[in-house]
């Protein structure tokens, strides 16, 4: 076999656990409203998430993509350092690139174990610092980027909590805890899905259509603003049709029995929401397994080191395949984590916990703010848990996730200089004559 197709094979094998690693834990984040309010059985989860990934990564991934995810570290300042000889900045860069791979999916799977939600995408930051400091020096890495990335640590599970729960007070004193809930179901259930699909439908085109818009001349900010407005207003009206069948006569019944109705007018749109923050997800973090692989693609192909790569569809195929996989055969284990032992998820709390997650990730993105989707959903449910006082959400279980989200970087970029240099050390001059000859 060709060395150089050799080299890519065994990075794709890196790539696809990467992949699976993603699928096994922060995919799994996705379901953890509809698993934990037992709208969707775990099997259900599995192939609607499943299905929503597959369909964001492959269809509206990112065909293009920074070679160092998120810019953290230049590979221009590795091609000219100095004294390299011809091919040695690209052998390096495939070589961090690999390192920066396994090492971030290692800490992943290290933590899906646990049943820890972590940010595959810290993961992957911290893991390529740790290359670039060794490979090019500490001023390699754009350390005013690490610092937003480490102030989003905060920013998003706080906006992400605050906004669930608002939301959940607002359903529990409007329908919850009115003296007649499916009365007040009818009237203000509307309200709600207006916001839902507004939101969902604003986060879907700007989080998970966004490289395929391009295309769509017409689809400016202000027409998608009206597009979302429109869905959202017809399906609010829609919904009332809807609720009203559905809690028809139900206003005489006790008040457990109203309750018990009400929440099952939720379970649709919990279902729905979560479908959405799947197939966003598909959408944006296919990358973090399949850009390091299509720039070891790129290089041993071209031997060119640029800051960013086209991504082939079979590329993103593979990275699709691997997150459908991980979420299949491990995805309980984080899904049963958020989705039941932070605090106590019903349908109603679900689509409050979604919308404030969608709705936070959606306006730091429009605000360029490195946000994890994963830190803003669990900070949404603990705002849904804190609604209920204090002790709506358990303490040691919130202490555990935000230690691992702390470690996450760091622990990554130890492990990532570990690898690089052991790599360095035994395939550099390998990758040289490769990618030279």
Known sequence: MDMSLFIICLTAVIGLYMAWNIGANDVANSMADAVGSKALSIKQAVILAGICEFAGAVLVGSHVTETVRKGIVDPALIANLPGLREGEAAAIIVIGMAAALLCAAIW?????????????????????????????????????????????????????????????????????????????????????????????????????????????????????????????????????????????????????????????VFVPLVIVSSCSVAFAHGANDVANAVGPFAAIVQILQTGDVGMKVGVPTWILGLGGIGIVLGLATYGHKVMTTVGTKITEITPSRGVAADIAATATVLICTRMALPVSTTHTLVGAIMGIGLARGLGGIDRDVTRNIFGSWFVTVPIAAILSIVLFIIGRALFLDLLINVIVG
């Not at 937003?148 to 729960?165: E, K, L, N, R, T």
Request: contains cysteine.
């Open 108 to 264: 992943l799977n290290v933590a899906t174990v646990i049943g820890m939600p972590v940010s595959t995408t810290h993961s992957i930051v911290g893991a390529v610092a740790g290359f670039g400091i060794i490979a090019a020096g500490v001023e390699s890495v754009d350390w005013t980027k690490m610092g937003q990335i480490v102030a989003s640590w905060f920013i998003s599970p706080i906006i992400g909590g605050v906004c669930a729960f608002l939301i959940f007070k607002f359903i529990s004193r409007r329908i919850l805890g009115r003296s007649s809930p499916a009365r007040a179901a009818i009237i203000y259930t509307p309200a709600i899905v207006f916001v839902l699909v507004f939101v969902v439908a604003m986060a879907t085109i700007y989080k998970g259509l966004k490289h395929v818009i391009g295309n769509i001349l017409w689809l400016t900010d202000d027409m998608t603003l009206v597009v979302a407005l429109v869905l959202a207003v017809v399906s609010a009206v829609l919904s009332r049709f809807y609720v009203k069948a559905k809690l028809q006569g139900k206003q005489n019944l006790s008040i457990s029995q109203q309750l018990e109705a009400v929440e099952s």
